[in-house]
């Protein structure tokens, strides 16, 4: 591709400065050199950060699945695409061609339209990480279906929650999955949902573990017999730019999990020019992200982007630990992977480890290593840099969000330098700026703030799902003419930025982004529990662990302690999922509150982290009493 790798820090110092001196004609140019078009855009950008609204290259028809996969077919088709890399070891990796990609995606689109599937209407993908799963995601995208992927550790009811509020028609899933040793029946749990979800009509089941499941009659399909029976062509359906792309749902700090919608062409240019960039990915090279397709780093960095510049992503079924702790590095070893991105959590907990699960495998061919989803911390990040790149591979800290769609500040290896635990440098198009929470923004270096972007960038999300109002109030409302990130930041002497964490109730849990109001919800459906208060407290390998302080009626009938626990934390899992169960929980008589009946999170967060000498003025509250009495039994 043209013009689309930055080498050297002069071009990356010139390129950044044209991208913020006149962006539109910097992301035409992008936009115009390296993808495919049935039409070019009348107008490159139009925003209104109070409305809000962003458009970018409106007017353009494209489709993204041509770029993906179609424009690749003369000159790559017999490269890998997607590598498959299953849970167990033993069984035999995938190698997925282009042109094989190509037969799935247009079948699959195909399978998708005789079941009544058109442009527009929302499909949940509800899989695990298995080869279907990227190709349902393509499959919508070749017809303009809206995919909605959830993650396949969400429960039920959660499920429920995603399936409804975006209307879906059809879930796609499978009739398990595996996970290390165990095996996880999704089928059944899409069945609970879907006792709740009227507007489906369909579900397509992929078969995986080859378990014995219920099919309900005129609804369940099996998706391999269908798949069969389809033609391979499917002609590409005609996308305006602006057209919805997907909807991933995201934790708010309040009630419902928010429906980011991300668009057509900006979400396309923007992943791709990204990838190409951070990675420094070249033809030959396998890249692997261990992400889940879940969560948006799996949209992004496994499907989209990658398969936008012709490269071969590793997907993985398995997990970290599964049949050791070495499984990583067997596999970076095994196809020889070139690029390397994980989350912090995952090096921390390989970091616990034997240095036998690393010193075993050669990782020669890794050069460039990337983190992503929290803050990595200095000891993590150098375990990462000495054992795994040997001292030789760029570590890409790349800050990013559901909402941002791509990477907005990271290092770029070869051309800007890594700090460690500093994101560093915004990628070009990104004016990020940091405020203080008078909103008055703080120029200069060596500040510390909230950080926001001032100007838009083509791959941020449009609206939430059916609530533009709350788009506005969560990111365009606090810093007026600014998007704000819900996240603190500083900015060193030299500009570099550090990601210092969430500044709003979203607790960053092993990577995963949890609301803490409907984890409280969930406590509080409890019938013995009178009211609940959850606060992030360090943990060594997680980030943050959850601790929740738990008022409790006058009756409990006859449960002891242990067995509250037990149900509060069956209770979450069954609402939410596992991820969000609760590492800790103090019973208290009551929780600090201000006169006007606040909870004061502040208090009870030093508590958690045992800074109890540091509690400042408490005599406001209208029951300072209860502070002592917590303090008494802190769990710490
Ligand atoms: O707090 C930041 C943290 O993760 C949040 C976004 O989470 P999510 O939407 O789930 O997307 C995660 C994958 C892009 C951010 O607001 N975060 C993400 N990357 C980093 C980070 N915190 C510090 N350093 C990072 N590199």
Redesign the pocket.
Known sequence: MSNFQIKGLANYKSTYQKSVDDPKAFWDAVAAENFVWQKKWDKTLSWDFEKPEVKWFEGAKLNITENCIDRHLETRGDKTAILFEPNDPNEKALHISYNELSDRVNRFANVLKSNGIAKGDRVCIYLPMIPELAVAVLACARIGAIHSVVFAGFSSTALATRINDSDCKMVITSDGSFRGDKTIDLKSIVDDALLDCPVVATVLVAKRIGSNIQMKDGRDKWLQPELDAASPICPPEVMDAEDPLFILY?SGSTGMPKGMVHTTAGYMVYTAYTFSNVFQYQEEDVYWCTADIG???GHSYIVYGPLANGATTVMFEGTPSYPDCGRFWQIVEKHKVNQFYTAPTAIRALAKESLSNVSGHDLSSLKVLG??????NEEAWHWYDEYIGKQNCPIV??????ETGGILISPIPNATKTKPTY?TLPLPGIQPALFDENGVELNGNNQEGRLCIKHPWPSMARTIWGNHNRYRETYFSAFPGTYF???GALRDEDGLYR?T??VDDVI?VSGH?LGTAPIEDAINEHLFVAESAIVGYPHEIKGSALYGYVTLKDTVGDMSEEELKTEINALIAKLIGPIAKLDKIQFTNGLPKTRSGKIMRRILRKIACGEMDNLGDISTLLNPEVVESIKESALV
């Open positions: 995201t969560w948006i780093t983190t992503v989803g929290e803050p990595i800290d790349t800050w990013w969000q559901t994101a990130t819900g996240d990601i964490g969430r960053i982004n």
